[in-house]
């Protein structure tokens, strides 16, 4: 099945290489973001009614998130795409580096009861570079099928290979793994990067991912966890929880989230420096973060609106018809013990933690 | 004898033009065809080679980041003295150039700079550049710090000071596993940091081995496509050329599907009875994955210089050495093999040098302790975008190679080479 997977990443990799080849040129813009079933939800919710209302079309490329190739592109002055989908981190970092357009936020449009943009999308969504459409976050699943007996039902449960054997799947990042590790310690959710900031923290970290790390698969596309679930490889594994969702809901998987420890974030769109289509691809941000469109999309998917007058439009799950709210990361029940993935910490920490994870990952 | 030259008549071509001239003008003529017919080749190895490589060399101790942005800070700093906060013409200089790379979106690029060598410096000046266009005159000293105490720390000056030359080893000295400490003193990274070493000796000794394994591989499979009869050996020949031709990922891809522990080997020991099902080997996303999957990769780079040499080597040698007397042993050993020398020369830096730079593979099948260095030059190329310290590791690595070339030429000698 690994074979399968293998295979499919280099057709991936050939199709998006033919498709910069060619695509690039045909479309009049390119929109860049994670693959598999969220960009699936992106095309249902935003692209298709979008094309329909204004005749243009959109070049759809997959990337794994980080800003190196909108690093490649800006400073080889060849910038092929137009709109990325990123992380907050990364769209702080590539503001702050010149790698982004800014974004005047003055342009988007007011909900439907006149509340400016401003105030209606959640606190922090809107920054100079980008603008969110979603919360997602990071939390760990099992198959239900598979685990019999106790069901995991804590972070610390993740790390714990007595009670729970078995290989578990993680993103090859040092991004939330880190927070994951020392929440799985018990340290409460508000503290943990306040413990992060510090080289104790950051030692106490790496010790706790230390006691699993043979038994972790690393994984780096969004759509491997799931994939990795189904066929058995691992008992458990770190996932974007609308992957997960998906899975249940498409394709009837009795996979189970656990929500303690998760570790929310936003997604934001952003346009590269000397983006060829700034203009419509501004268009097609206002388009897109309208009201109903960010509603629209949380029926596709379960990862939570950026704008506060959304929440209450979402209704059915567009082809299952499962109620979306309590799948959503920002429900009530999963919110309980939640931590936001701290922008400012990873700006400053990045560089050292990628590069001790690395080192750490090799030995 | 040279009056008689002088004296004699000057030879002229059939047109009547002195016999020297005309010579010349032809092998001008025939030097410029020569060189037109390699021009195109010249000038496309020169801008997708040459100049790659210059500039990766220059990227390596270039770094022109914060001379460019802070130029006046960087030479007000040279009269610091090292110890307290710099004097308050320094810092209205700093903060002023601070205010204008803030509003020119540029103060991030220093912010990125100097986060590689004291991580916590991002957001320091991010933080700074925000408020940098409302500090006016006064004690600037005893505002920064209230913005920030960091900025007390004589570190951070001394590396603005350190960065504000164009030109730095730090890279160089990091791909060594060492830093500048806050005196400007080289010294060794912390431990948990410290990686590249590890690697690059990892690499050596990982390219050595699979050279030495693809020699005692091909010498064997090489001598019987080189004796046997030219029906049977073409068609053996046809067996070591397909997998050559066959794409790298496909052949990659396959060793997965026969080394994983759910895969045809493991289910074929399980259902043997060899292992139990809960004792399935782990031979791929490792090492020894890495060494397997480049083996077979690399093995006809070895194979096909070993039997371009052995086919001239004729069979009467060994025949000749015989009927003198000696044993067939003696015979392999005296006669035969210093003769296939060259081709055991030309594989083995064939394969090793590809090996040492080897990528895709390692990359697919090395999981976490299969990686080399190629692998993390790739790594500070597309993700930690450090493309500094990845020019720097690729420049060791090939200086690496050029030494190793130079030894062989002194050992072996380039010119006994033989690719075929």
């Known amino acids: 099945m690994r074979v399968v997977k293998q295979y499919g990443m280099a057709v991936g990799i050939a199709v998006s290489a033919a498709g910069l080849a060619f695509g690039a040129q045909a479309a009049d813009l390119t929109v860049v973001s ?17 094309m329909a209302k204004t005749g243009h079309k959109i070049n759809s490329e997959d990337y794994n998130g980080g800003l190196a190739e909108v690093k490649a592109q800006v400073e080889s002055g060849n910038v092929t795409w137009d709109l990325v989908d990123v992380e907050l981190s990364d769209a702080v970092l590539g503001c702050d580096t010149g790698l982004l357009e800014p974004i005047d936020a003055s342009i988007l449009p007011p909900a439907p009861d006149g509340t400016p943009a401003e105030k209606d999308f959640l606190p922090g969504t809107i920054t100079d570079c980008a603008v969110a459409t979603i919360v997602w976050s990071t939390i760990y699943a099992y198959d239900g099928e598979k685990m019999s007996g106790a069901k995991p039902a804590t972070m610390a449960d993740f790390f714990d290979t007595k009670k729970f054997p078995g290989k578990r799947g993680m993103r090859k990042t040092p991004k939330a793994n880190q927070a994951i590790a020392l929440a799985a310690e018990g340290v409460p959710a508000n503290h943990v990067y306040e413990v992060l900031g510090t080289d104790a923290g950051i030692n106490r970290a790496f010790a706790k991912l230390d006691t699993i790390k043979n038994d972790i698969l690393w994984w780096e596309a969004g759509a491997q966890p799931p994939q990795m679930l189904a066929d058995g490889e691992v008992v458990m594994t770190t996932a974007y929880n609308g992957r997960i969702f998906n899975a249940v809901a498409s394709e009837g998987k009795d996979f189970r989230i656990v929500w303690d420890g998760q570790v929310w974030d936003i997604d934001l769109w952003a346009i590269p420096k000397g983006a060829k289509n700034k203009d419509l691809a501004l268009e097609f941000v206002k388009f897109s973060t309208d009201t109903e469109r960010l509603a629209d ?17 979402i209704g059915k799950h567009a082809e299952a018809g499962i109620e979306m709210g309590p799948h959503m ?27 001790r994870f690395a080192a750490w990952l090799a030995k | 004898m040279a009056q008689a030259v002088l004296d004699q008549p000057v030879l002229t071509a059939a047109d009547g033009m002195p016999l020297r001239v005309a010579l010349r003008r032809a092998e001008r003529r025939k030097r410029l065809t020569a060189f037109g017919l390699v021009a195109p080749l010249l000038i496309f190895i020169l801008i997708t080679f040459a100049m790659p490589i210059l500039d990766m060399v220059l990227r390596s101790v270039h770094d022109p980041v914060v001379s460019e942005i802070f130029p006046r800070t960087g030479a007000a700093l040279q009269s610091w003295d090292g110890a307290a906060m710099p004097d308050e013409p320094t810092l209205q200089v700093f903060v002023e150039e601070m205010a204008k790379a803030y509003d020119d979106r540029t103060v991030g690029k220093v912010a990125t700079r100097m986060n590689y060598e004291i991580p916590g410096t991002h957001s320091l000046f991010m933080k700074t550049g925000r408020r940098a266009d409302r500090l006016k005159d006064g004690d600037l000293g005893a505002a920064l710090i209230e913005i920030d105490k960091d900025w007390e720390s004589p570190e951070i000056w001394a590396t603005l000071e350190r960065l504000s030359s164009p030109y730095t080893l730090s890279f160089y ?23 590249y070493k590890m690697l690059f000796w990892r690499t050596l000794w990982v390219s050595l081995l699979i050279t030495g394994i693809c020699l005692l591989l091909a010498y064997p499979i090489s001598y019987l496509l080189a004796t046997l009869p030219t029906k049977t050996s073409n068609l053996l020949m046809i067996m070591v050329l397909l997998p050559f031709w066959t794409s790298l990922l496909v052949r990659t891809t396959s060793w997965i599907v026969l080394l994983q522990t759910e895969g045809v080997l493991n289910d074929l020991m399980v259902w043997t009875g060899l292992i139990g099902d809960d004792q399935r080997l782990q031979m791929i996303y490792n090492m020894t994955g890495t060494v397997v999957a480049m083996v077979h990769i690399l093995l ?15 069979p009467s040698y060994m025949r000749a050495a015989e009927s003198l007397g000696a044993t067939p042993a003696r015979a392999f050993w005296r ?15 064939l394969v090793f040098i590809l090996a040492i730079g080897y990528y895709i593979t390692p990359a697919l099948v090395g999981g976490r302790t299969g990686q080399l260095i190629s692998n993390f030059i790739a790594f500070h190329m597309q993700k930690s975008l450090n493309w500094g310290l990845a020019a720097a590791l690729a420049g060791l690595l090939l200086l690496g190679v050029l030494a190793l070339y130079w030894l062989y030429n002194r050992l072996v000698g380039i010119d006994n080479m033989k690719l075929g």
């Open chain 2, 300 to 314: 006809p780079f070895m194979v096909l210089p070993l039997f371009s040499v052995m086919k001239t080597i004729s």
């Open chain 1, 297 to 313: 999309q949380a029926e596709w998917i379960s990862y939570g609106p950026a704008r506060q007058s959304s929440i209450p439009l």
């Open chain 2, 173 to 195: 000295l990091a791909a060594l596993d060492l830093q500048y400490n806050t005196q400007g003193e080289i010294v060794a990274q912390p431990e948990e940091r410290q990686i």
């Open chain 2, 335 to 349: 006669i035969y093999f210093p003769l296939t020398i060259p081709g055991i020369g030309a594989g083995s830096l």
């Open chain 1, 34 to 50: 994670w693959g598999g079933a969220y960009t699936k939800s992106q095309i249902e919710a935003y692209q298709k009614p979008w």
């Open chain 1, 329 to 355: 990361p920002t429900a009530p029940d999963n919110f309980k013990n939640a931590l936001q993935n701290d922008f400012e910490f990873w700006a400053d920490h990045q560089d050292e933690l990628n590069e």
